[in-house]
């Protein structure tokens, strides 16, 4: 059964900082194209960042470059975004999901993910 576990969310002062983690079981991890996407109230669910599988080629929004960082450990199937100098902007429902390799591209932009996560809320107040 798969299954895209998220924690790590909160509520930050602007200018602060979160990382959010995400477990993942159930397939084949480095088989996948990993992705962070998020979506506040009243609007449409965005890609902000994602990653191949056990490998270490990124790709970011242009929203996010340069303040947040995806990573992940492949030995525990576990992917992260470490998120730098927040704005209130940033503030949404932050989702974990994945993605074939086979499907194509691994881009933020790309909507068709397998699988999802539930989201863990991040809040950034000013």
């Known amino acids: 059964q798969v299954q895209l576990v998220e924690s790590g969310g909160g509520s930050v002062q602007a200018g602060g900082s979160l990382r959010l983690s995400c477990a993942a079981s159930?397939?084949?991890?480095?088989?996948?194209?990993m992705g962070w996407f998020r979506q506040a109230p009243g609007k449409e669910r965005e890609g902000v960042a994602t990653i191949y599988g056990g490998v270490s080629s990124t790709y970011y929004a242009d929203s996010v470059k340069g303040r947040f960082t995806i990573s992940q450990d492949n030995a525990k199937n576990t992917l992260f975004l470490q998120m730098n100098s927040l704005k209130p902007e940033d503030t949404a429902n932050y989702y974990c999901?994945?993605?074939?390799?086979?499907?194509?591209?691994?881009?933020?932009?790309?909507?068709?993910?397998?699988?999802w996560g539930q989201g863990t809320q991040v809040t950034v107040s000013s």
């Open positions: 999901a994945a993605r074939p390799k086979t499907w194509g591209t691994c881009l933020p932009s790309m909507r068709n993910f397998a699988y």
């Open positions: 159930g397939f084949t991890y480095s088989n996948y194209c």
